[in-house]
């Protein structure tokens, strides 16, 4: 098998940022350092192990890592895997590598087995994750690699290396607005995690993907004539969705393919926001959109920081879905956080210029602290990585909640003083019981009451583990002997 990544400059040319010469300087020194660590170790394929280190290393570059974060993706597995010390991590290379270094190696020791995991580990992962993200950009981009040579792993170890993948890194990525690299692990993942599932859902896009490019392509040249007649500066490209999200899709519409009108999109790319509402505008004038089915996520962003908008249209030729974004909003979606990782400075949760990816980072440090009192990790699991869902309050606010929730996870999450006092629940304007389960985009109210207070009942309907731990703790503080009811 031919080597790969071996040369220094593919790390700098996967990199759109211009290095100053005493960031070169540290990237090589870190380069040689590791090189020499990992001397005649080898990879399950055969290849050195150095060549792990180096793509690593360039798929952090790719996501507009700094000099920092590179220098630690290739000395990443040093302190593990080789003779390397702290201290020598320490002196060549000072105490922001080495935390970076150490952090991921602290990760690279967590065990997973299933949807539980050892407590202690999860509270040091969060409190890793919380203190720096570059962490968790490095084990990403270590994950990726792992994930793109997979085939050399025992076959008792790829489904569960799979799984974990797709179970929590995917998930990880996904949360911070990493939308490029969550695609990427989730499709290299399925087909050793759910290989018959894989099969099916390939077997269906080999089917219509040929179909939808060809109903795309009928429309994108009609598309550009109307952006040029207006004098808007785009780029209109087709999108293919990945299999593994197809897959997910087909689940929630019981595999009726009929259902999934965006197996391949129509994406348009502009300058700025006001170009991205004309062009919706324009069109709806030259295909009738489908009711419901415009979504305006940059009025109002998605948690994890996602904005774009999104509507389908009823073409003569069929159903197409189109996504209007700028450049800088597709960067963005593609990268999440890693994109506004590109200076050394912009690295820790004060300093992410995201409002929703700032919250979702304090939400880690909220979890380090309460794992330790989680019994079930798949509690922990449900909340952080599962499918979530996007709720709204009357003033537009977005709610972040796992599928299934009710207007107690609802309530809760926006302050425990509300959940613990819900008196009446409006959806969409209407009253609604508070067992009901909310969907994405609800508008959801809750007037509290103040002589009301959470029961054992409460317990069945709430989803999330924060909201159940509260209502619990309230019980047993106030002696409800029926909590297990």
């Known amino acids: 098998m031919k080597s790969k990544g071996l040369d220094l400059n593919d790390i700098f040319e996967s990199s759109s940022k211009d290095f100053s010469d005493s960031e070169k300087t540290l990237i090589e020194k870190a380069y040689t350092f590791s090189q020499k660590a990992h001397e005649n170790q080898k990879r399950n394929n055969g ?47 000072g105490e922001e590598v080495l935390f970076l270094v150490s952090g991921v190696t602290k990760l690279g020791k967590l065990k997973y087995q299933g949807v539980e995991r050892h407590v202690e580990s999860m509270r040091k992962f969060f409190i890793a994750l919380a203190e720096d993200v570059r962490v968790l950009i490095i084990k990403l981009a270590d994950r990726l690699h792992n994930i793109e040579t997979l085939e050399h792993v025992r076959s008792d170890k790829q489904k569960r290396i799979a799984v974990e993948t797709i179970e929590v890194y995917a998930p990880l990525a996904g949360r911070l607005g990493m939308g490029k690299l969550k695609g990427l692990l989730e499709n290299l993942a399925f087909p050793f995690a759910y290989p018959n599932e894989y099969k099916e859902t390939k077997g269906l896009m080999d089917e219509l993907v040929p179909e939808s490019l060809k109903l795309v392509d009928s429309i994108k040249n009609e598309v550009e004539e109307i952006l040029k007649s207006f004098s808007i500066e785009a780029s209109v490209e087709a999108r293919v969705k990945h299999t593994y999200s197809l897959y997910r899709k087909l689940l929630k519409y019981n595999m009726e393919k009929e259902k999934i009108h965006d197996i391949v999109a129509l994406r348009i790319l502009v ?56 450049q800088e909003m597709h960067l963005d979606a593609e990268l999440g956080i890693a994109s506004h990782l590109v200076y050394k400075e912009v690295t820790t949760t004060d300093k992410i210029p995201q409002k929703q ?72 304007r209407k009253m609604a019981s508070i067992d009901t389960i909310l969907k994405n985009g609800d508008i959801v109210e809750i007037a509290t009451n103040k002589n009301a207070h959470p029961t054992h009942k409460w ?18 503080s106030n002696n409800d002997t029926n909590i297990g009811a």
């Open 47 to 93: 290849e050195p192990y150095f060549n792990h280190a180096v793509e690593v290393a360039k798929n952090c570059a790719s996501l507009g890592a700094d000099a920092i974060t590179i220098s630690g993706a290739l000395l990443h597995d040093t302190l593990e895997d080789t003779e390397a010390t702290e201290e020598q991590i320490l002196e060549n290379f």
């Open 271 to 326: 300058k700025t926001v006001a170009d991205c509402y004309q062009v919706l505008g324009l069109m709806h004038m030259a295909w009738k959109p489908v009711p419901g089915r415009i979504k305006d996520w940059i009025a109002v962003p998605k948690p994890n920081g996602y904005k774009s908008l999104h509507t389908t249209v009823i073409t003569p030729g069929g159903v197409v879905e189109i996504q209007i974004r700028t």
């Open 357 to 428: 990816q700032r919250a979702w980072l304090t939400q880690l440090k909220e979890l380090s602290s309460l794992v330790e009192s989680i019994d079930d990790m798949n509690e922990l699991k449900l909340d952080f990585f599962n499918h979530r869902i996007f709720v709204f309050t009357p003033k537009g606010d977005v709610v972040d909640l796992p599928e299934d929730s009710s207007p107690i996870d609802f309530a809760y999450a926006i302050h425990s003083d509300i959940g613990e006092k819900i008196g009446s629940v409006k959806i969409n």
């Open 459 to 476: 317990l069945e309907h709430a989803k999330s583990s924060f909201a159940k731990r509260k209502i619990r703790h309230y019980l047993e």
